[in-house]
């Protein structure tokens, strides 16, 4: 199996030289049923790929010279290449010697910007193939001008995955060529970049009022001093617990203060956006069938949180996952 190349025309099992790395893409390394957290190819923040290569051990030989007692790559604790010997690998771009032709983080940025992955085993696909190259040009997903600058991008990206450059190393076997992918495959994936998070409140409200369209009259007695004929207007000056900071807070207009807030000594009442200008104790023309601020009463709520992603290959938003928050 060679897992150095991946094959866009097929799922493998054509040629050797072809490649079997789409196999990657439907396979897990590692126990756990799901992963979260997961690198994303096609981001576009340099720092988020970096950690990607810092200090992942790549050694130049993972066999007993003698041919005896063969280690496996878990077991293998010598003859380890530094960083400093792969040129490119963890740079950050605040560091003096980045290189944005050679820093393997960039280089895939650039390569999403150009075409993005759809798979992560995209990381390994040969543009040399004339093939390869045709097919994408008639899905339309590249034109002709982007060719030359695809396949120079990713002839780098393939080289510094699989031949590190160590003055003297000679890699000569496919599982020492192998390496560094079985190490970042289980920590990447290509998802579309463009996200938007949505917050979904779902709300069961009891609807006070009259059925025969002729409105009521509801008193609320915000503020708890037992009469209830006041107005509290958001334009006066809300100070804790004035009448009007009492109101504003029994109706739910006012957060509490974060830590932050506290440690600074910061005491002004924090009025939430979207508070009414005023609220009423005498509330007037109550009906069923509207929302009347202040008469109906919210009993239940449920939050949700969602994350979609665009797909740029379809032109749909996709729903990648949900949870209930309180």
């Known amino acids: 199996m060679n897992l150095k190349r991946s094959n866009p025309l097929a799922l493998g099992g054509e040629t050797y030289a ?3 790395a789409n196999i990657l893409d439907q396979v897990k390394i590692t126990d756990a049923k799901s992963r979260f957290g997961l690198i994303n190819l096609n981001t576009d923040e340099h ?5 990607l290569f810092y200090k992942i051990p790549f050694y130049k030989n ?3 010279s003698t041919g005896l007692s063969p280690a496996s790559i878990l077991d293998v604790k010598r003859d380890q290449i530094d960083d400093t010997q792969r040129p490119g690998y963890l740079l950050s771009e605040k560091d003096s010697s980045h290189d944005a032709d050679e820093c393997l983080a960039c280089l895939i940025k650039k390569r999403a910007s150009v075409l993005p992955f759809e798979n992560r085993s995209d990381l390994l696909m040969d543009y040399s193939d004339p093939e390869t190259i045709t097919a994408l040009e008639n899905a339309g997903k590249i034109d002709s001008t982007q060719k030359t600058a695809l396949q120079t991008i990713s002839n780098k990206i393939c080289k510094k995955l699989l031949e590190p450059t160590a003055t003297g190393v000679t890699l000569t076997t496919d599982a020492e060529e192998e390496q560094l992918v079985g190490k970042i495959m289980n920590l990447v994936a290509a998802e579309p970049y463009e ?3 949505i917050i979904a409140v779902g709300q069961s409200i009891r609807d006070i009022g009259s059925s025969d369209n002729k409105g009521i009259t509801i008193f609320k007695n915000w503020a708890g001093s037992g009469k209830a004929d006041k107005t509290y207007r958001k334009s006066d000056a809300i100070k804790r617990e004035n009448d009007a900071h009492k109101a504003y807070r029994r109706a739910g207009y006012i957060r509490p203060f974060t830590l932050k807030e506290i440690e600074d000594g910061d005491s002004s009442p924090k009025v939430l956006n979207g508070a009414p200008n005023q609220l009423e104790d005498k509330i007037t023309d ?14 239940a709520e449920s939050k949700i949180v969602m994350t979609l992603c665009f797909d740029p290959w379809t032109k749909k938003w996709k729903i990648k996952r949900f949870e209930y928050v309180e």
């Not at 009906?287 to 601020?293: A, I, M, R, S």
């Open 47 to 51: 720092f988020v790929l970096e950690p």
């Open 286 to 299: 109550v009906k069923k069938g509207q929302y009347d601020l202040g008469a109906d009463k919210i009993c």
């Open 18 to 20: 072809k490649g079997d």
């Open 195 to 197: 996200t938007v998070y």
């Open 62 to 64: 993972l066999y007993d």
